[in-house]
C-alpha cells in the first residue's frame, strides 16, 4: 500500500501521539532532542510498513532549507519534494506566542516549499489540549496542531508526582562525584 496524505495524518494524529505520550510518561522523552530523535524513528518505520524499499520516501532530521533559511525539525520528501514538515517542541508548558511563532514559520515555509501538511507537535505537562484557538486563515487545510499533554490523561496531583522524577532524570547527577564540604 503506498500511503497518501490521509494515511499519514491518521498516523500523526493516532499511533504517532500515543507512542510519544507513553515515552514521555516513561522518562524516555526528556528534551526536545529526544522528542525529534524518538519522533524521527517513529516516521520512519511507519514508512518503512508502506514503502519497503524507500524509494518514495525520505524522512530527514533538521534539514536546512535554504530559500527559508530555516531548519525544520523533520521533513518528510515524497519523490524528492517537500511532503510534510514537523516543528517539535518539549515544554512544561507551550505559550500560544511560541505556538503562533512556529505556525507562522510554517505557513512561510508553505508559500516557498510547498508541502502537503505541516505539523506542531508539542509535548507540555500542563496546558490546554490546544493552544491556538481562532481561524487558521492561511494555514487552514495545512497546518495542524498535535498537543500531547499529561494533563489531558492525568490529574494535576499526578503530574506533580510524576515531576520530580522527570526533573532527576533530565538533569542527572552522580551522587558518588559531588563534592565533599570541607569543614573549617
Known amino acids: 500500500?503506498?500511503?497518501?496524505?490521509?494515511?499519514?495524518?491518521?498516523?500523526?494524529?493516532g499511533r504517532f501521539r500515543k507512542a510519544i505520550r507513553e515515552s514521555y510518561e516513561k522518562y524516555l522523552i526528556l528534551s526536545e532532542a529526544d522528542l525529534q530523535a524518538y519522533a524521527w524513528s517513529l516516521v520512519v518505520d511507519?514508512?518503512?510498513?508502506?514503502?519497503?524499499?524507500?524509494l518514495r520516501f525520505r524522512v530527514l532530521n533538521k534539514p536546512y532549507c535554504k530559500d527559508l533559511r530555516i531548519h525544520p525539525d523533520?521533513?518528510?520528501?515524497?519523490?524528492?519534494?517537500?511532503?510534510?514538515?514537523?516543528?517539535?517542541?518539549?515544554?512544561?508548558?507551550?505559550?500560544?506566542?511560541?505556538?503562533?511563532?512556529?505556525?507562522?514559520?510554517?505557513?512561510?515555509?508553505?508559500?516557498?516549499?510547498?508541502?502537503k501538511r505541516a505539523y506542531l507537535v508539542y509535548v507540555a505537562r500542563y496546558g490546554q489540549s490546544k493552544v491556538l484557538h481562532g481561524p487558521k486563515g492561511k494555514g487552514a487545510r495545512y497546518f495542524f496542531e498535535l498537543p500531547v499533554i499529561l494533563e489531558d490523561s492525568w490529574t494535576r496531583e499526578r503530574v506533580e508526582a510524576w515531576e520530580p522524577e522527570f526533573k532527576r532524570w533530565s538533569k542527572f547527577v552522580n551522587s558518588s562525584h559531588r563534592r565533599k564540604q570541607v569543614r573549617p
Request: proline fraction near 6%.
Open 1 to 13: 500500500m503506498k500511503p497518501g496524505i490521509k494515511d499519514f495524518h491518521a498516523f500523526a494524529s
Open 46 to 54: 511507519f514508512f518503512r510498513e508502506h514503502d519497503p524499499t524507500g
Open 74 to 115: 523533520l521533513a518528510i520528501f515524497k519523490r524528492g519534494k517537500p511532503w510534510v514538515l514537523f516543528e517539535l517542541k518539549e515544554r512544561r508548558k507551550l505559550s500560544a506566542r511560541s505556538a503562533k511563532n512556529e505556525w507562522k514559520r510554517l505557513v512561510r515555509a508553505r508559500e516557498h516549499l510547498r508541502p
